[in-house]
């Protein structure tokens, strides 16, 4: 792949200012600026602020990319940046930017789907991804299933949350009993000391009338609002909450419900991969319990790296290289930031 185009991803779809850069599916650079600090003390992640942090962290984040991987932006063949979905202000930031590079630097730009980078940066740790196959997304926005036939043209989407996302439950889950936002890998060190069987909490969307309208949907609301009587019930009674037992309970009714979707989703389109990806993807339960149950059916199951799981410029940059590989015209320079940009959009 020493002959592939270099491609310089850009990621600002929220709180993550991330630039990557990418030969193939070799990662020569991975720069990140986070400004989750900055929202720790509101409970969650604040638009404006986010959008601030873009703009002072987007120029000192793109330089330490380009040393990194020995470059100067003269040497990039493509930019890509992520042109939705996620918070208007933030993709705005990272939008204008790439615009601005391309310009000055005469390169071509394409626009790509936050969700569907989540997808292809699992080709920067396994290799070409094979198509057809099974994507579970998690993230603190988005829990969907997705059939990807041809990832560079469109995915269909086969289910999605109809209320709280995974990682949303999991923040929320945190804040209740006490722990630092953001949540998941809060949750995830306490159940490791927790029973995962001493409450339990319910499934959502799995009983047979659910099932029936909802096969791939998921929801969490539900088990959110479950966990939050439990918790009262024991303060009211002046009990101790037992904080790990609860994380740990919490924790395997999400993993049990996105698991045994997306595995029924394997098996009912004869799919024997299945890739997971978004910032939930690092939850370590999640990963045994998908290999362990994905074992028993003959199906593989791909997850990238932890630090690739969640937002970053390299997913960007391996969407955009697979864009390139696979004669995907660029975008306008015209492009729009699309805060609800359709899952079925790949590239715009």
């Given at each position: 792949?020493?002959?592939?185009?270099?491609?310089?991803?850009?990621?600002?779809?929220?709180?993550?200012?991330?630039?990557?850069?990418?030969?193939?599916?070799?990662?020569?650079?991975d720069?990140?600026?986070?400004?989750v600090?900055e929202?720790?003390?509101?409970?969650g992640v604040?638009?404006?602020?986010?959008?601030?942090?873009?703009?002072?962290?987007?120029?000192?984040?793109?330089?330490?990319?380009?040393?990194?991987?020995?470059?100067?932006?003269?040497?990039?063949?493509?930019?890509?940046?992520t042109?939705g979905?996620?918070?208007?202000?933030a993709?705005?930031?990272?939008?204008?930017?790439?615009?601005?590079?391309?310009?000055?630097?005469?390169k071509?730009?394409?626009?790509?789907n936050?969700?569907?980078?989540?997808?292809?940066?699992?080709?920067?740790?396994h290799?070409p991804?094979p198509?057809?196959a099974?994507?579970?997304?998690?993230?603190?926005?988005?829990?969907?299933?997705?059939?990807?036939d041809d990832?560079?043209?469109?995915?269909?989407?086969l289910?999605a949350?109809?209320?709280?996302?995974?990682?949303?439950?999991?923040?929320?889950?945190?804040?209740?009993?006490?722990?630092?936002?953001?949540?998941?890998p809060?949750?995830d060190?306490e159940?490791?000391?927790?029973?995962?069987?001493?409450?339990?909490?319910?499934?959502?969307?799995?009983?047979?009338?659910?099932?029936a309208?909802?096969?791939?949907d998921?929801?969490?609301?539900?088990?959110?609002?479950?966990?939050?009587?439990w918790?009262?019930?024991?303060?009211?009674?002046?009990?101790?909450?037992?904080?790990?037992?609860?994380?740990?309970?919490?924790?395997?009714?999400?993993?049990?419900?996105?698991t045994?979707?997306a595995?029924?989703?394997?098996?009912?389109?004869?799919?024997?991969?299945?890739?997971?990806?978004?910032?939930?993807?690092?939850n370590s339960?999640?990963?045994?319990?998908?290999?362990?149950?994905?074992?028993?059916?003959g199906?593989?199951?791909?997850?990238?790296?932890p630090?690739?799981?969640?937002?970053?410029?390299?997913?960007?940059?391996?969407l955009?290289?697979?864009?390139?590989?696979?004669?995907?015209?660029?975008?306008?320079l015209?492009?729009?930031?699309?805060?609800?940009?359709?899952?079925t959009?790949?590239?715009?």
């Amino acid at each position: 792949m020493a002959d592939a185009p270099l491609i310089l991803g850009i990621e600002t779809s929220c709180d993550e200012t991330g630039i990557g850069i990418v030969r193939g599916h070799t990662l020569l650079a991975d720069a990140l600026a986070s400004s989750v600090a900055e929202h720790a003390r509101f409970g969650g992640v604040v638009p404006e602020v986010a959008s601030r942090a873009h703009l002072e962290a987007i120029v000192p984040t793109m330089d330490r990319a380009l040393a990194e991987a020995g470059v100067t932006i003269a040497d990039i063949d493509a930019i890509a940046v992520t042109s939705g979905p996620g918070l208007a202000g933030a993709l705005l930031v990272g939008v204008a930017a790439a615009k601005g590079y391309a310009l000055a630097a005469e390169k071509p730009v394409y626009g790509v789907n936050h969700l569907a980078a989540h997808v292809a940066v699992d080709t920067l740790e396994h290799g070409p991804l094979p198509e057809p196959a099974i994507a579970l997304l998690v993230s603190g926005g988005h829990s969907s299933l997705l059939l990807v036939d041809d990832l560079a043209r469109g995915v269909t989407p086969l289910g999605a949350t109809i209320d709280d996302a995974a990682g949303e439950a999991f923040d929320k889950v945190a804040r209740l009993l006490g722990l630092p936002f953001p949540g998941g890998p809060y949750v995830d060190r306490e159940a490791a000391a927790g029973d995962p069987a001493a409450i339990g909490f319910p499934r959502g969307l799995t009983a047979a009338k659910d099932l029936a309208a909802h096969r791939y949907d998921f929801s969490f609301s539900g088990l959110k609002t479950a966990v939050a009587r439990w918790v009262e019930a024991r303060q009211r009674a002046g009990e101790p909450v037992p904080v790990a037992d609860v994380a740990a309970s919490f924790q395997e009714a999400v993993c049990d419900v996105l698991t045994a979707k997306a595995l029924a989703a394997c098996q009912a389109h004869g799919v024997d991969t299945l890739v997971i990806g978004g910032g939930v993807a690092a939850n370590s339960r999640l990963r045994v319990l998908a290999e362990q149950r994905a074992a028993k059916l003959g199906i593989r199951v791909r997850v990238p790296r932890p630090k690739l799981c969640t937002d970053n410029g390299a997913m960007v940059a391996a969407l955009g290289s697979h864009l390139v590989a696979a004669g995907v015209a660029p975008s306008r320079l015209d492009l729009p930031a699309d805060s609800a940009l359709p899952l079925t959009t790949v590239s715009v």
